[in-house]
């Protein structure tokens, strides 16, 4: 009989920390669930586990020289997630494993951070635990999900589930940045032909109805002063009006990570992207495919349910659904069912919830979340393409319209020269 000390939930939600005896992880687990905890962390006691730090001066020299700028980014995260479920399902052992990984990186943020990783396991941590202390490169669900993994004795199954999920994740997210790719490169190229127009051209013209002292129309007489406002040259004018049209969408984008780093700016930035007419729809049901899969993958993977609810909440990327797991997850813990507070929160269709609620019955929620999952990402899919569809044709309307207004408020006072030099000649 080995000793194994554990991290559970009970009942009313709160941690509870205690030893139990059992021949193997499976056999703890099932006691400690027999008590009426839902055991979160759960590791068998070594007695030379402490012993390593004596080497922990010579772990540091090692990792002095893994300083690097950046960060993890996805795609490479994805990549190493892959290959280290590969070497695991091979039976290498999982130090190996993470060594020959970190010795075929180029030098940077992920190789640092494995370096570390590496140390921390031959010093006699679990993987989860050396992953924790890298938050910025394995997140709370990456870090859940190994530790999982580690309880179960199923590392390279779970691995492999969180590498599949990770490319679906990141399929989703190349389909929409794709997909908006095009109509950005459209509105950029076209502003700086207007303004390109508006700041040389415009000038000529009014240099040359100056001259002849035409009568200019309202509309001439507006462009040309817009004109002189974006090239500065308006009297008093010290910032040219060019200026604050490139600079906008900066501040902008600015001004809302700054209103975003508060929960009320969340919650009205979040709340007036769920209302708008097109991109509205886009967002919620991108929103619902990333949440029902988190969601699935780690109850999949054998996280309890309220810390993989919290997990979800807390990477969900939008406040109304944070607010919504909020109540799912004091429903839960008092008892309750998953699917009413979901449904009284309005964020999701009804199908979704009904669909939750048949998983909750019958004992199959994780496999009910995927399928909603994979039936929001084709509805996503299908959404971006109607979206550009339906952007292309507005964007030749918008810049005919722009283009028009210029020519018109150009050739009006045109057609007053020419009149005036042909009764002239007349004459």
């Known amino acids: 009989m080995a000793t194994y000390t554990y991290e559970a939930l009970n009942n009313a939600g709160k941690s509870q920390k205690g030893t139990i005896e059992a021949s193997s992880s499976e056999e703890a687990i099932k006691r400690i669930k027999e008590q009426g905890y839902y055991p979160t962390t759960v590791r068998e006691q070594k007695g030379g586990q402490k012993q390593p730090k004596a080497e922990e001066p010579a772990k540091k020299k090692r990792r002095g020289g893994g300083f690097s700028l950046g960060g993890v980014s996805q795609k490479q995260l994805t990549l190493f997630t892959r290959q280290l479920s590969t070497l695991q399902d091979a039976g290498l052992p999982l130090l190996r494993s993470l060594q020959i990984l970190e010795e075929q990186l180029k030098p940077g943020k992920l190789k640092s951070v494995l370096q570390d990783v590496c140390d921390e396991v031959e010093g006699g941590s679990s993987l989860s635990d050396a992953m924790s202390k890298h938050p910025k490169a394995f997140d709370r669900l990456y870090v859940k999900m190994v530790a999982a993994g580690e309880?179960?004795?199923?590392?390279?199954?779970?691995?492999?589930?969180?590498?599949?999920?990770?490319?679906?994740?990141?399929?989703?997210?190349?389909?929409?940045?794709?997909?908006?790719?095009?109509?950005?490169?459209?509105?950029?190229?076209?502003?700086?032909?207007?303004?390109?127009?508006?700041?040389?051209?415009?000038?000529?013209?009014?240099?040359?109805?100056?001259?002849?002292?035409?009568?200019?129309?309202?509309?001439?007489?507006?462009?040309?002063?817009?004109?002189?406002?974006?090239?500065?040259?308006?009297?008093?004018?010290?910032?040219?009006?060019?200026?604050?049209?490139?600079?906008?969408?900066?501040?902008?984008?600015?001004?809302?990570?700054?209103?975003?780093?508060?929960?009320?700016?969340?919650?009205?930035?979040?709340?007036?992207?769920?209302?708008?007419?097109?991109?509205?729809?886009?967002?919620?049901?991108?929103?619902?495919?990333?949440?029902?899969?988190?969601?699935?993958?780690?109850?999949?993977?054998?996280?309890?349910?309220?810390?993989?609810?919290?997990?979800?909440?807390?990477?969900?990327?939008?406040?109304?659904?944070?607010?919504?797991?909020?109540?799912?997850?004091?429903?839960?813990?008092?008892?309750?069912?998953?699917?009413?507070?979901?449904?009284?929160?309005?964020?999701?269709?009804?199908?979704?919830?009904?669909?939750?609620?048949?998983g909750e019955e019958t004992g199959d929620m994780d496999t009910m979340l995927m399928k909603v999952a994979d039936n929001y990402d084709e509805e996503v899919d299908v959404a971006v393409n109607s979206l550009v569809k339906l952007i292309e044709p507005m964007l030749v309307v918008f810049l005919g319209g722009v283009v028009g207004t210029i020519v018109v408020a150009m050739f009006l006072p045109m057609i007053e020269i020419i009149n005036s030099l042909s009764s002239g000649g007349k004459k």
């Open 151 to 358: 309880v179960g004795g199923v590392l390279d199954i779970i691995l492999q589930r969180l590498s599949e999920f990770m490319e679906k994740s990141q399929r989703l997210k190349r389909k929409i940045k794709g997909a908006m790719l095009y109509p950005v490169v459209v509105v950029v190229v076209a502003v700086g032909i207007v303004l390109f127009i508006m700041i040389y051209i415009i000038p000529q013209f009014s240099k040359i109805f100056a001259d002849f002292g035409v009568n200019m129309p309202a509309l001439t007489k507006f462009l040309i002063n817009t004109s002189n406002w974006l090239g500065g040259v308006q009297p008093g004018q010290t910032v040219p009006g060019a200026v604050y049209i490139v600079a906008s969408p900066f501040v902008i984008y600015t001004l809302l990570k700054l209103a975003r780093k508060a929960a009320p700016g969340r919650m009205v930035t979040d709340t007036a992207l769920l209302l708008l007419p097109v991109f509205g729809s886009l967002t919620r049901k991108s929103v619902i495919a990333k949440f029902t899969r988190t969601l699935g993958t780690l109850i999949n993977a054998g996280v309890p349910i309220l810390d993989a609810i919290a997990i979800t909440r807390d990477t969900s990327g939008n406040y109304i659904f944070e607010r919504a797991l909020d109540g799912v997850h004091d429903s839960i813990k008092e008892g309750e069912t998953f699917a009413e507070p979901l449904r009284k929160s309005k964020v999701c269709d009804s199908i979704v919830v009904n669909m939750i609620d048949v």
